[in-house]
């Protein structure tokens, strides 16, 4: 089989938990690319701590950013497609997060804001230093020039666990699902990787059939269900697995290298 369109996720699949990307995984990449095969990264990230990694390889083409609220130009950074939300339905969980203690952040397809950059505490402001994002003061949404794609509230597993199941009794206005351990995220209700997945391969009449999809978490279930080959990473959750055709190697063992080899290489 002959795939047309590779979708990766970043965190826990391309790179390693020391948020490197390998040489043989990038290496293979390349030799996927070379032979006609379009790359696209399909992150939780934004174009902005995304794009970079595009560059790395050598790769034009797309990122699905923001779980697929908003896909990007490598090259000229146009937003060729987005999810916007209803800033106003968030009111509820910005009150919540506040009387709570929860950090959150808004993201549009560029920016990202915050209650107060100067108030973040040290390991929030690490966190958002790690994933390469700058952080701005959160403004009225009357002031937001651009659309917003995503909601994000950051905190520890067992307290995020909690969060999500009492939002989860509320009336649901938007796609919520947790992205990473640490993350839970709200968006537009029909945005997700696998939406911005499908949406672009329609527009370069690409079929599920020839689309390969690789991932590792909740987030990554959409893409992968509408592949036509989803391969969940050995470092995932069991749902995700339960989810996939195929099982690859973990991140830590190069396993985007191990399933190209096997799926596009052999």
């Given at each position: 089989?002959?795939?047309?369109?590779?979708?990766?996720?970043?965190?826990?699949?391309?790179?390693?938990?020391?948020?490197?990307?390998?040489?043989?995984?990038?290496?293979t990449i390349k030799k996927v690319a070379a032979q006609g095969t379009e790359i696209v990264l399909c992150t939780g990230r934004g174009p902005a701590n995304s794009i970079?990694?595009?560059?790395?390889?050598?790769?034009?083409?797309?990122?699905?950013?923001?779980?697929?609220?908003?896909?990007?130009?490598?090259?000229?950074?146009?937003?060729?497609?987005?999810?916007?939300?209803?800033?106003?339905?968030?009111?509820?969980?910005?009150?919540?997060?506040?009387?709570?203690?929860?950090?959150?952040d808004v993201n549009t397809a560029f920016g990202l804001y915050v209650d107060s950059v100067k108030g973040l505490a040290l390991e929030t402001a690490a966190m958002y230093?790690?994933?390469?994002?700058?952080?701005?003061?959160?403004?009225?949404?009357?002031?937001?020039?651009?659309?917003?794609?995503?909601?994000?509230?950051?905190?520890?597993?067992?307290?995020?666990?909690?969060?999500?199941?009492?939002?989860?009794?509320?009336?649901?206005?938007?796609?919520?699902?947790?992205?990473?351990?640490?993350?839970?995220?709200?968006?537009?209700?029909?945005?997700?990787?696998?939406?911005?997945?499908?949406?672009?391969?329609?527009?370069?009449?690409?079929?599920?059939?020839?689309?390969?999809?690789?991932?590792?978490?909740?987030?990554?279930?959409?893409?992968?269900?509408?592949?036509?080959?989803?391969?969940?990473?050995?470092?995932?959750?069991?749902?995700?697995?339960?989810?996939?055709?195929?099982?690859?190697?973990?991140?830590?063992?190069?396993?985007?290298?191990?399933?190209?080899?096997?799926?596009?290489?052999?």
């Open positions: 089989m002959k795939y047309k369109l590779v979708a990766l996720d970043i965190d826990g699949t391309l790179l390693n938990d020391n948020y490197e990307l390998t040489d043989r995984t990038a290496e970079p990694y595009m560059k790395q390889l050598g790769l034009k083409g797309y990122v699905l950013s923001h779980n697929g609220a908003a896909t990007v130009d490598v090259e000229t950074r146009e937003i060729v497609h987005q999810f916007p939300l209803n800033p106003q339905g968030l009111d509820p969980y910005i009150h919540y997060c506040r009387d709570h203690g929860i950090h959150f230093e790690k994933y390469l994002m700058e952080p701005l003061d959160l403004p009225a949404w009357a002031d937001f020039s651009e659309p917003i794609v995503k909601f994000t509230a950051f905190g520890e597993a067992k307290v995020l666990d909690k969060v999500y199941s009492e939002w989860s009794t509320w009336t649901p206005e938007f796609n919520m699902f947790r992205s990473g351990e640490y993350f839970i995220d709200l968006m537009h209700p029909e945005a997700s990787k696998g939406a911005a997945l499908r949406y672009l391969a329609e527009q370069k009449g690409i079929k599920p059939s020839e689309v390969l999809a690789i991932g590792n978490y909740f987030n990554d279930i959409s893409m992968i269900t509408y592949a036509g080959t989803g391969i969940a990473m050995g470092n995932s959750p069991d749902g995700v697995i339960a989810a996939a055709d195929d099982v690859t190697a973990t991140n830590n063992e190069d396993g985007v290298h191990q399933a190209l080899v096997k799926y596009c290489l052999s």
